[in-house]
């Protein structure tokens, strides 16, 4: 069977941002918290864009906001740490999703033997070098290179699902997705 196509292409406007925010909210995705460390100190961002890409090398890619604080300097750096959150951790995934404030003032991590900061807690940690950067939109595709896969704990998966965590009703009383965001500009 082969595909025919008119002479005319149709025509539409793209959906605004957000009607497409609302439509790909649709989609259930894990949550992150990319970490990084520089010069200035640790950095990180939380993350809902992140998935594997090959076995052959061990390559994943999450996407960066170009208007965030933390992915240039985490790109300039050349290695990362992707931290899967677990899904009582709501509470750090609202503070790297907050554009205000010092992420790691308080906070308990570790130096890994790659030199990123490591969250505690988390259900794993993705250890990886930035391997190739493709700028898409307002954002960047990052490709990094695996370096080690690190099982922290067992627990299930933070979800983020319409605007909230998880799949389920909202409990009377939770406060929205909408008092945090996801880039940290």
Known sequence: MTAEFADDEPTADPPA????????????????VITGLDEGGPVGFACQSFASVSLEPPLVLFCADHRGRAWPRIRKSGRFCVN?????????????????GRKFDGLGWDLSRWGVPALREVLLRVHGEVR????????DVVIGLVRELE?????????????????????PGEPGAHLWSWGDY
């Not at 099982?151 to 409990?171: A, D, H, I, N, S």
């Open 151 to 171: 099982p922290v704990r067992e627990q299930r998966p933070m979800l983020f699902y319409r605007g909230r965590f998880g799949v389920g009703e909202r409990p």
């Open 132 to 139: 190739d950067v493709h700028a898409a939109g307002d954002h």
């Open 84 to 100: 899967v959150l677990g899904e009582g951790q709501t509470e750090l995934c609202r503070r790297f999703g907050s554009s205000t």
């Open 17 to 32: 941002p957000a009607e497409f925010r609302r439509a790909m909210g649709r989609f259930a995705s894990g949550v992150t």
